[in-house]
Structures are given as C-alpha cells and as structure tokens.
C-alpha cells in the first residue's frame, strides 16, 4: 500500500480505538499503538517536521472527536430532570410527537417521542412513549397527549438480557412514559414514512406476511419491516441475515440494473440515473450505517468510473469510513456498521486473491465456474467470523452452502421487489389494484421458495454452533490467527498463526465446560442457570412467554443449544409449554397448584440434580458437581438463595 493508504488506515484506527475504549487500560493501548504507528510510517516514508506535526495534530483531532461525539448527555430540559424520587409515582401529562413508527406487538406499542409539553412545562428531550394496552400502530409524525408516569429505563441485570436503559440512552433518550392511552392532537405528513409503511403494507396484503414481508425487507431492510420471529430466526440461522438488512448487495443490484439501462445515453444521463438510483435507497432504506456506508462508497466508484479513472476499493472503503465516523463517531459501536465494514473489507481484500486460488486448485472446468460464487461469501464470513463470535456467540456452519443455494434467487427477487415498490408507489391507486396482483404472484411464488429453502436450511443437524460469548482477548486471537488467511500478502504466517487459533478454542472450551451457577433477576423474574462440564439445567420463576424467550437467551448465551432439564415454578407454563419444550429435553412445571416435583421426586443428569427438601413447602436442594445450594420460593413466586439452611 501507499502512504495515502496507510494514512487513511491510521486515521481509521484512531477514531476506532477512541469510540471503542471503555476503560484506562484500553486507552494505554490504543495511545502506544497509535505512537509506534505513527513512529513506523513516519520513519517507512520520511514523514519528518511539519508532514509529523500535521499528522498528529490529524490524529489529535479524531481523537477528539471520536470522544466528544460518542453519546449525548441530557440537557437542563431534558425530562429525566423530571422523574419523580423514590416511590412517589405522580400522574403527568405530556406532549410530544413521534419519532418513527410504533407498531403494535403483544398488544403494547413503543415509539420515541419528542417531547414539547410536560404537565404544562416546556422541555426539549426525548423520553419512550409505552402504550399497554395498544390496539392501533402509532405513525411517525403524530402528535400525542397522553396521561401516565414518567420513569427511568430499566438497567439489565446481566449482559446477555436486554438493556433498556443502554438501547435508550444510544438514540439520546433516558425515560420512559407508561401510559394505557394516547390522545391523537395532529398528523404531520411524513411522505418518506408513508412511503414505506405503503409498500411493506401492500406487499404483504398481496404476497402474504412472510413472502410480503420477506420482499419488503429486500427494499426497506429489516429494520423497516415487522418480519416473524421464525422467520428472522431461520434467516440468522442459514446464515443468510444479510438478506433482510438494506446493504451494498441491494444497491449494487439496483445500480447496476439502472447502469445496464442507461449503457446507450450519454454520461451525464448516466450519472444522474445512477444518483437517483442510489437517493432513492437511501430515501426508502433510511440512514442505517450499512445503507450511508453502501451509498457512498456507491457514489465515489461511480463518480471515478465516469470519469475513466480506476477507483481503488481499498482507499474508497477507508475513506468512506472515515468520514462516516468523523460524522457519527458513535457508528463505530453499531453491530450494523462493524458487520458492513468487515464484510466489505473481505470483498475488497480477499475475494479475489481466493478466487484465484480456488481456480488453481480446482481441476474441473465445471468447478472453476464456481469460483467466484464461492469467493464471496467464504471472504465475507472470514472477515465477520470474529464478529459474530463476539457479538452473538454463535456461528451458521452451512453458511457458505446455503448463500451458494440462495445467491441465484436473492438477486432477481431483490430487483423484482424494487419495482415492484416503485410501482406501487407511482401507479393510481385504481391501476394497482388490476396490475399489481397480477405482477407481484410469480414473484410471491419465488420469494416462498426462498423461504422454504431457508426454513430448510436452518433446521441441518448442527446448523447453528452455539460458542459462547467468549472474552474480547480471545476475540482478538482469533482475528490474528484468520488474518494470514484473509491477507495474501500474510501468507507466510497461516500455518504459524495456527497456535493463536487454538489457544483461543481451548479457553473458550475451558469456559464452555466450567462448572457455574448463577441466579439472574430481572423484570421481576428470576432464572437461575447451574452449568456442568457442558451440560446445563434451568429453574425459571414465571412461565409466560417472555420469561422462555429470555430463558433461551441465557442459555444460547453460554452456548447450550438444548438443556437436560427445566422446571417452571408458574402454572403458566402450560400456556407457552411449546416455547419451553424446545429449550430441554425434560420439563417439569407448576400444574392446579402442584409443584414440578413432589416429596422424593428428583430431576437429575450427570452433575446435575434438583429436589425437593422433605417437609418445607417451596424449598429446594439443587447439587451441582455434589455441592448444595438450598433454594427457597417465595409466595409471590421470587427465587432466591435460602442461607437458613
């Protein structure tokens, strides 16, 4: 690489380093890795005097930056100013207008809210509107009265459940107003808004709700779209989320579409087809970091194509990271932006150097015309293997074969669904009515094969390796160990590197086969996790249908796929016992009053056993590895720790 290059990498590195810091210890790092950095290019290129003074004065600045752009702090205004102390829950009235979309779910909206008016005070801040009950979606732009109680998010109680209070205070929010009912005031018209709420609306009214929804997310994005659980689910699972988050593919397909056809006319017809291509995604798709990050670097090759110049990936991909970040530092923490930026990374610097190695290996003609479709992906997962790793703790191992299948329909399907919303869009209401059922079924029939497909795909023996949420040192053994495999030019290092990577599976296995218990409370809930040498059991305080979903949470969390027990202590398990029958091969709950286990009844697996103690109501003895630990329920249904005993 150039200089140029190099010096875009470090300013990259910079803000990087600034925005992912937490602690005293990461900031040491990332000074000293930032010193000898500079040491090292200025001594490989001569950079000496005022080109030195320049470039640390350069990095000073990002560091800057990237520090003070990091995360909002409320105002003097703000309503968390306003929040009553202690118990002291007195009923306000507030005033505001929504920020985006709230949908109903479980019967319950949320929805970000600007807030002009509280209990008669101005105030300028944003607090999250919570309607429960909720019987109609509130839209993006309308302005709301409503009567409740102004509360602080709640703080997770453990890392792998959700976190309200940090969810919130990343858009610059840090209350909630509960509330049973909202008064409409006044609709602004949000023409963008409207807009996409018209096109996911028709597409599932004509398609359906999964192949609808499915074809909404290849224009909107996920993030747009109310998608299924199941259906989510099946798409992570194959390997095959990228399909359903607006990115660089789905522009790709759409500008290069709009190039084919614009091929004949002149360049400035051209460019400004290609610029209202790419507008138009970024309009409908919004401002996600995947989309902004797509469309730039979208705009900068085209610009440089047009020009009869050659762009160089690699400089177009910094360069474009760089000013996303100096605009937005806190993108930097984004999953959405880290997941972009690597994949994109992988397709700049690996897909080719495998191309090629794939056609030098393969002896087949017929093979070789796989080697770029096999390219692509196996680059994407190499460079986002690690983030995965970290983020989720779980990596789809027939990821590779399933985009392979999927690739041939992802792209007539994500073009066909981009006209298709256009059309919907642009055509009468009375001419869509006729047009659009006819036009949209062959593409309905097409998007329910992909589904099918998917669903298939996500249920292979071992789809899906659950390997924890290992440590970001062990993390980052991993990346050394992938990266002479990714990098042509570290070549000489692959094998070398190999110990790297196996110190980094026998921690994690280490971890992974501990023996633990651990006692998580949240929301009023209460789950309590023992772990032994891989194996794991679960006791869970409530039954409904949020308790099983963060109960899985917990245990994919620690990568356990399936645990040998479950005991409910909640006659309404019965209610949601196929939620839960899909996290244990046995479970045990609460039925007309009865406890999961009677008087010399016991649930045991190797290192694993519960029972209940004779002669004390709701007290219990769980053994894990052949040590005790007494438990006790409260009447109201708490699990904790019984020290009498």
């Known amino acids: 690489m150039n200089v140029a290059l190099w010096l875009v990498l470090l300013m990259l590195a910079t803000q990087l380093g600034a925005a992912l ?31 030195l003074f320049v470039l640390v004065v350069v990095l000073g600045g990002l560091l800057l930056r990237s520090l003070t752009g990091q995360a909002a702090t409320p105002t003097p205004l703000d309503p968390l100013q306003f929040v009553p102390s202690g118990s002291d829950q007195i009923p306000l009235v507030i005033e505001g207008r929504a920020l985006a979309d709230a949908p109903v779910r479980r019967e319950r909206c949320q929805a970000l809210l600007q807030v002009n008016h509280l209990s008669g005070q101005v105030l300028d801040g944003r607090t999250e509107l919570v309607v429960d009950p909720c019987h109609q979606m509130l839209r993006k732009g309308a302005s709301v009265r409503a009567q409740g109680q102004l509360v602080t998010p709640a703080v997770a109680s453990h ?41 996911a609306t028709r597409f599932q009214d004509l398609a359906g ?20 659980s199941e259906l989510k689910e099946a798409f992570r699972v194959a390997g095959l989320s990228h399909a359903l988050a ?40 919004g401002g ?33 990271l760089v000013l996303m970040l100096l605009v937005n530092p806190s993108w930097a923490r984004s999953i959405g932006f880290q997941l972009s930026a690597a994949a994109t990374a992988g397709l700049v610097l690996s897909s080719q150097p495998l191309e090629q190695w794939f056609l ?14 096999v390219s692509v992906p196996v680059a994407a997962l190499l460079w986002t293997l690690p983030l995965q790793i970290l983020h989720f703790g779980s990596v789809p191992l027939y990821s590779l074969v399933s985009n392979l299948i999927a690739a041939p329909l992802l792209a007539p399907l994500t073009l066909a669904a981009m006209i298709l919303a256009l059309l919907t869009l642009m055509l009468p209401t009375a001419i869509a009515a006729v047009v659009m059922p006819v036009l949209i079924w062959p593409v309905q029939q097409l998007a329910l094969f992909l589904i099918a497909l ?48 196996l110190l980094a599976t026998l921690m994690q296995a280490g971890v992974q086969l501990s023996d633990e218990v651990m006692l998580v409370q949240q929301w009023g809930r209460q789950w309590l996790l023992a772990r032994h040498q891989g194996r794991a059991a679960l006791m869970s305080s409530h039954g409904d249908l949020l308790s099983c979903q963060l109960a899985q949470q917990l245990g994919h969390g620690y990568g356990h796929q399936r645990l040998d ?81």
């Not at 790092?29 to 950079?47: D, H, N, P």
């Not at 709700?209 to 299924?228: M, N, P, R, T």
């Not at 670097?297 to 990936?313: F, H, K, N």
């Open 21 to 51: 810091s937490q602690a005293t210890q990461h900031w040491c790092v990332v000074l000293v890795g930032l010193a000898a950095a500079v040491l090292l290019i200025c001594r490989q290129f001569s950079l000496f005097r005022w080109k």
């Open 360 to 373: 030098q290996r393969c002896p087949h003609p017929w093979l070789r015309l796989l080697a770029p479709a």
């Open 246 to 285: 607006a990115s660089g593919f789905h522009l790709s397909v759409l500008l290069g579409a709009t190039l084919a056809l614009t091929r004949r006319v002149g360049t400035p017809l051209r460019l400004a087809a290609g610029v209202g291509a790419m507008a138009v995604f970024l309009a409908l798709a």
């Open 454 to 501: 998917v669903r298939w795909m996500s249920t292979w023996p071992h789809a899906q390796l659950l390997t924890g949420h290992p440590q970001p040192w062990v993390v980052l053994l991993v990346v050394l160990a992938l990266l002479p495999w990714a990098l042509p030019s570290l070549q000489f290092w692959r094998w070398r590197a190999f110990p790297m990577l």
């Open 288 to 320: 996600q970091p995947s989309v902004v990050r797509a469309v730039l670097m979208g705009a900068a090759v085209l610009l440089i194509r047009e020009r009869g110049s050659r762009a160089q990936p690699l400089g177009v991909l910094l360069s474009t």
């Open 159 to 199: 890392p792998l459940l959700p976190n309200p209070s940090k969810r919130l205070a990343a858009r610059g929010c840090w209350t909630q107003f509960r509330t049973k009912q909202v008064e409409l005031i006044h609709q602004d018209h949000t023409p963008l808004a409207d807009g996409r709420r018209r096109i």
């Open 565 to 645: 027990w479950l005991v409910v202590m909640d006659p309404v398990a019965s209610e949601q016992i196929d939620c839960w029958t899909e996290l244990a091969h046995t479970v045990r709950a609460e039925h007309q009053g009865q406890p999961p286990l009677l008087p010399g009844q016991r649930l045991q697996s190797p290192g694993l056993m519960l029972r209940p103690l004779h002669g004390q109501d709701r007290r219990w003895n769980l053994r894990v590895n052949g040590q005790s630990h007494r438990l006790k329920q409260s009447s109201g249904g708490a699990l904790r720790w019984d020290h009498a005993g």
């Open 209 to 228: 709700e999964h192949s609808g929804g499915l074809l909404a997310a290849l224009v909107l994005g996920g993030a747009q779209v109310e998608l299924s």
